[in-house]
């Protein structure tokens, strides 16, 4: 299972970031000049303007700001190697051929995998309810 983690990890870490290109506000053009906006310094555009926007969109609290970790980031995340890990023990029965330690060697990492997305899910639905009280309070 080790050795199948971390090529995953790295797969998943280096396809997960996506290029961004500047674009320039009100013109829909990407790059070069753009006449009427920023300032002129030797017929090229010195105004960017790029618009970075908070990725978590919370309204300043603790709670929400954890809400939105965990809705965000930690279950896109956990869904996809849980996705992973349910393909990956379908392809260690499938390569099993009837082999006894194999397969249980797969219905191993089957349960593992089932009991990590339940953790995964319980997690989620366990801060949903304390978001949901802290918030009526």
Do not use: C
């Not at 753009?34 to 978590?56: A, C, M, R, V, W």
């Not at 896109?76 to 890990?85: D, K, N, Q």
């Not at 082999?99 to 009991?115: E, F, G, W």
């Amino acid at each position: 299972m080790k050795k199948f983690l971390i090529p995953v990890i790295s797969l998943f870490i280096l396809t997960s970031f996506s290029v961004v290109l500047a674009q320039n506000p009100g013109t829909g053009t990407q790059g070069g000049a753009n006449p009427g906006s920023g300032t002129q310094s030797g017929g090229k555009d010195t105004n960017i303007g790029i618009h970075l926007e908070n990725p978590f969109k919370t309204g300043g609290s603790i709670s929400e700001l954890l809400k939105s970790i965990i809705n965000n980031i930690i279950l896109p995340i956990g869904g996809v190697l849980a996705v992973l890990g349910f393909i990956f023990a379908g392809f260690k029965y499938v390569t099993a051929q009837g082999d006894p330690t194999k397969v249980s060697n797969a219905s191993r990492a089957l349960l593992y995998t089932a009991i990590g997305t339940a953790i995964l899910l319980g997690a989620w639905a366990i801060s949903e309810v304390i978001y949901n009280t802290v918030k009526s309070l």
